[in-house]
């Protein structure tokens, strides 16, 4: 029997057009992510998120540089959403998530929606990637709905930082496949001054207890490798220790458990307004890092992803290139030799 992702069963009952109902109540006034804004967003008005009501689309591509078992070998069909609830003073994706001209956009329609995810499915992507979605909940979700009576049927993942609301995350049980979450920060403080939001760490630690609780971290696999149930989460190392990884890995130890999958992330370099902090003004160092995975290994995480360090030089999107951001995607497709992607240093 094909293997069949469980929003199906929920698009064909009625139950996923009804969740989508509940979630778009949510957002008059708005409460979708923690941050809690109260603006009413059916009216037009304008969210701490960049967005009124609606989701746009602002990149949508095939990608190989997430996660081997996210990317496999044909690449995950990635939806880059415009608008976001962080306002990070590093992001590379900040023409979109931050950029006033992202905001004159016309938001998609659910058909608009549903469309973009059934063109990536039929360019061969190995599951659908919503990334930075956590403001667009309801939007995104009328579109799955819609996808999914069209015959879609790829694995869901959601790809955020983090910032999540547990009551939103519990009307994505059943619906969302797999969790890609970062956790960005141990530090409120440091969450403060670097992404401009109160409340991040106990908000994300909040949500990837509540992810585990939906898909577990015993993580499921198809024939092809590719991931179809589970969690990874992300920790981006910072310059200077700002991430404070050591805490949020004891977090995740004490919580989820040292069987986790965790991704460790070399790849920050400095951009947006990195540059006039003086912390973060320069790339993570080679010693910066190896520190980090020595500590994960030293913690019991044994199955942990690790980057290499040139990983600084690619994942810079560039999206006024319209739907394909990476100038040099075929550097992140699938080859014998080693490549700057994230890879697993315990498969030899």
Not at 47 to 75: D, Q, R
Not at 109 to 126: K, P, Q, V, W, Y
Not at 139 to 157: F, T
Not at 174 to 179: A, E, L
Request: proline share 5%.
């Amino acid at each position: 029997m094909n293997w069949l992702p469980p929003y199906r069963t929920l698009a064909q009952s009625g139950e996923l057009a009804e969740r989508v109902k509940v979630l778009q109540a949510l957002a008059s006034p708005c409460r979708l992510c923690p941050r809690a804004c109260n603006v009413d967003r059916h009216e037009g008005r304008t969210g701490t998120c960049g967005l009124p009501c609606g989701a746009i689309i602002a990149a949508a591509t095939v990608h190989f540089g997430e996660e081997p078992e996210i990317s496999g070998t044909h690449g995950s069909g990635t939806v880059f959403f415009g608008g976001c609830n962080l306002r990070c003073v590093y992001c590379q994706n900040e023409s979109i998530s931050q950029g006033a001209a992202m905001r004159l956009q016309t938001p998609a329609s659910a058909s608009d929606i549903a469309e973009t995810f059934i063109e990536l499915a039929g360019r061969g992507a190995h599951n659908i990637n919503w990334v930075t979605p956590s403001h667009v909940v309801p939007w995104a979700l009328a579109g799955l709905d819609l996808a999914a009576a069209k015959g879609l049927s790829l694995p869901l993942v959601f790809n955020s930082s983090g910032y999540d609301s547990v009551e939103t995350l519990k009307l994505l049980d059943g619906v969302v496949d797999v969790y890609l979450p970062d956790l960005r920060y141990s530090d409120e403080e440091t969450a403060r001054d670097l992404s401009g939001v109160d409340g991040y760490v106990a908000a994300a630690r909040a949500a990837l207890v509540e992810m585990a609780r939906q898909v577990g971290t015993d993580n499921q696999f198809g024939p092809d490798g590719t991931i179809r149930r589970g969690m990874i989460v992300r920790l981006l190392v910072l310059p200077n220790d700002l991430a404070g990884i050591r805490e949020s890995l004891s977090f995740l130890r004490d919580e989820l458990g040292t069987g986790l999958r965790i991704a460790l992330m070399a790849q920050y370099f400095p951009t947006a307004r990195a540059a006039g902090e003086i912390l973060l003004s320069r790339p993570t160092s080679v010693g910066e890092y190896q520190r980090v995975v020595e500590l994960a290994e030293r913690m019991g995480f044994d199955n942990a992803l690790v980057q290499e360090i040139e990983a600084q030089d690619f994942y810079r999107p560039d999206f006024d290139r319209g739907r394909e951001p990476f100038a040099d995607a075929d550097s992140f497709r699938p080859r014998t030799e080693s490549v700057p992607a994230v890879h697993d240093r315990h498969r030899g």
